[in-house]
Each structure stands twice: as structure tokens, then as C-alpha cells.
Antibody, heavy 118, light 110 residues
Framework: QVQLVQSGAEVKQPGASVKVSCKASGYMFTSYNMHWVRQAPGQGLEWVGIIKPSDGSTSYAQKFQGRVTLTRDRSTRTAYMELSSLTSEDTAAYYC???????????WGQGTQVTVSS | QSALTQPASVSGSPGQSITISCTGTSSDVGAYNYVSWYQHHPGKAPKLLIYEVTNRPSGVSNRFSGSKSGNTASLTISGLQAEDEADYYCNSYTSSTTWVFGGGTKLTVL
């Protein structure tokens, strides 16, 4: 069965960077694009970006351009999201989610809580 | 890219039907049939309910249905049940080759 397992919670200081991992299993990793979505406390879902595991091409929400980097390791079937120059507004649960190829998100990771605090 | 517009909250009694709207622009909802809907219970991962405006994934109840007219998409839940109480989000692909969510709608089952 399809599973996306994310890395554990992180606590970072303002100005630092965080890298969250998402290990995929149960399907051909390079055949489905991977998105990242976040939800800040009391806020809605927010699309961060997408990576195509087959060739590493990416697209990011304008809001995160220059601060977010999505990468992947095909050998370990793992996708990564790195967010830099963290502020308290980046405190959120971050999810990886598979693109169904129906332009939707069909499987989700369990979420990784990132807390930015001094 | 601005978030799609959803009502902040809707409510209904068990057995009733409710509809949640999702209004975008001619660059997202109106341009593509790539609108999807998600149910989100706090503390859990979101669940895909509808993709490509009207399609239900395997295992999703047929009480959930989607439609679109112009720049506005809609999710209808019929035969409301207590377990339907959750947050609901729409999402659309955009002409900027990005995706955008709605602000979310809290459904209360009275």
C-alpha cells in the first residue's frame, strides 16, 4: 500500500533552516509528482511547491520563492523540503502529498510539526 | 496567487444536504477542470474527496459530489452525518503552473 512517512518534529530558532524528509513506499516513486503543503496554527492549507521525482524539476508558490528548495533522492525514494530564513510565521505542520496524476493530492504523509521560536 | 474564496462556515442537521462554494478566477477554477476537494479533521492528514471537479476516488462515499460553473466550484454533501463535521478545502491548478487552496470551510453538523 502507498505510504508517505515524514521525519519528526523540529524546533528551530529564527533565521535558521529546516529540512523535512518524506519517504515513499508502495508505488513507483518516479512516476508521481510530490507536493508540499503546510498549515499554520488556526490557518488553512497552503500549497508550498511541487517536485517531479523523475527529473528533479520544481515549481514553487511565489510566496516561498527564494526560501524553499525541494529535492529528491531516487535511490532512497525520499523527497525533501528545505525552508530557510525561518520566522515565527513559518511555525506550521508541513505535509508531503502525492500528485494523483488527476491534478489532486491522493496520499498524504502524517505531517511534520516545525516550530520556530527563540 | 490569492487563495480561492470559500465561506468560513456552514452548518446543517443530520440527513440534510449542504453545499460549499469555492470561487476563483479565470486563471484557476475557470480555466481548468482541475478542482479538487479535501476533508480535514484536526490532527489528521487531509483526505481527497473529489478530483477533476466531479470525480470521486475509490472508497469515498457517493454522498459527496462536485460541480463547477464558470469561476465557481461547489461541493455538495447529502445525507449529512455527524462524522462529516470537519474542515473542507477546495484546490485548483492555476495558469502559473502552481496550485492554490481555498481558505477552508468549517462544517458543523447540528
Amino acid at each position: 500500500q502507498v505510504q508517505l512517512v515524514q521525519s519528526g518534529a523540529e524546533v528551530k530558532q529564527p533565521g535558521a533552516s529546516v529540512k523535512v524528509s518524506c519517504k515513499a513506499s508502495g508505488y513507483m516513486f518516479t512516476s508521481y509528482n510530490m507536493h508540499w503543503v503546510r498549515q499554520a496554527p488556526g490557518q488553512g492549507l497552503e500549497w508550498v511547491g511541487i517536485i517531479k521525482p523523475s527529473d528533479g524539476s520544481t515549481s514553487y508558490a511565489q510566496k516561498f520563492q527564494g526560501r524553499v528548495t525541494l529535492t529528491r533522492d531516487r535511490s532512497t525514494r525520499t523527497a525533501y523540503m528545505e525552508l530557510s530564513s525561518l520566522t515565527s510565521e513559518d511555525t506550521a505542520a508541513y505535509y508531503c502529498t502525492r500528485d494523483s496524476s488527476g491534478w489532486a493530492f491522493d496520499y498524504w504523509g502524517q505531517g511534520t510539526q516545525v516550530t520556530v521560536s527563540s | 496567487q490569492s487563495a480561492l474564496t470559500q465561506p468560513a462556515s456552514v452548518s446543517g442537521s443530520p440527513g440534510q444536504s449542504i453545499t460549499i462554494s469555492c470561487t476563483g478566477t479565470s486563471s484557476d477554477v475557470g480555466a481548468y477542470n482541475y478542482v479538487s476537494w479535501y476533508q480535514h479533521h484536526p490532527g489528521k492528514a487531509p483526505k481527497l474527496l473529489i478530483y477533476e471537479v466531479t470525480n470521486r476516488p475509490s472508497g469515498v462515499s457517493n454522498r459527496f459530489s462536485g460541480s463547477k460553473s464558470g469561476n465557481t466550484a461547489s461541493l455538495t454533501i447529502s445525507g449529512l452525518q455527524a462524522e462529516d463535521e470537519a474542515d473542507y478545502y477546495c484546490n485548483s491548478y492555476t495558469s502559473s503552473t502552481t496550485w492554490v487552496f481555498g481558505g477552508g470551510t468549517k462544517l458543523t453538523v447540528l
